[in-house]
């Protein structure tokens, strides 16, 4: 993985042997820690296609490692939050996970305005996930803003002998479309997982003018009063049950 994706791993034990020091030591160390540093930048994610590509399941790798065999279906949207660090700067995400159900568009477009990055899944078993690719670039033209990054990702690269959708196809479909990056991934192998979002990050973060992103660093380190997680004109988001 490129070095630049400086992401902090997950503390297996949880918390630096702390478990094991002596309550004495515990207490000392208890009194220098200092607080987390607040994040310097907030940015959206959000991801889109149809019903069953494995959106649910590349968000919940990436932001928690697990996977669900047999997860239910998204109703309207979840989202799920993750601090990574790149290029010297802490950056909250807030990773939106949509509905791929038709019947759910009308609350599902209402979060593309604000992601700077599109995530864009199909699943290279289904023909009719690619086929419906058409129909979701009419929604990003639609509905979201133009500067979005977009990322095509074609998932579950570990089902290889049920391929129906080449490599070629999807290189194919991205090169269409300006701007547009393509990979293949597992959620479930988790492969190219991590790099689907560190890579998108890094795009939007190196197309931001430096005077655009210091002023977005100002204003998200002056407004530290709790931002709400959904925008106040939406309804929250209906969480889902594996
Ligand atoms: N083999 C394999 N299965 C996967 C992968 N990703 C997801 N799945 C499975 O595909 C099914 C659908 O996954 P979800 O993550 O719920 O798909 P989704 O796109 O969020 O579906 P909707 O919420 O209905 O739009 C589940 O049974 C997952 O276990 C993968 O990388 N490989």
Redesign the pocket.
Known sequence: MDPRYDIPRRAAGGGGGSANSSPALGAQSRRRKMPPRPADFKLQII?I?????????????YTDDT?????????GVDFKIKTVELRGKKIRLQIW?????ERFNSITSAYYRSAKGIVL?Y?I?KQETFDDLPKWMKMIDKYASEEAELLLVG?????ETDRIISKQQGERFASRISGMRFCE?????N?NVDEIFLKLVDDILSKMPLEVSNKELSNSVLSLQPEPEVPPELPPPRM?CC
């Not at 296609?49 to 790798?61: I, P």
């Not at 996977?67 to 109703?75: G, L, N, R």
């Not at 996970?97 to 159900?101: F, I, P, S, V």
Request: glycine content about 10%; some cysteine.
């Open positions: 991801i296609g149809s019903r069953g590509v494995g959106k649910t399941s590349l968000m919940e790798r996977f669900c065999e047999a997860c239910k279906s998204t109703v996970d949509t509905a791929g159900q899944v699943d078993t998932n579950k690269l570990d089902c991934a597992s959620a479930k192998d492969f889902r």
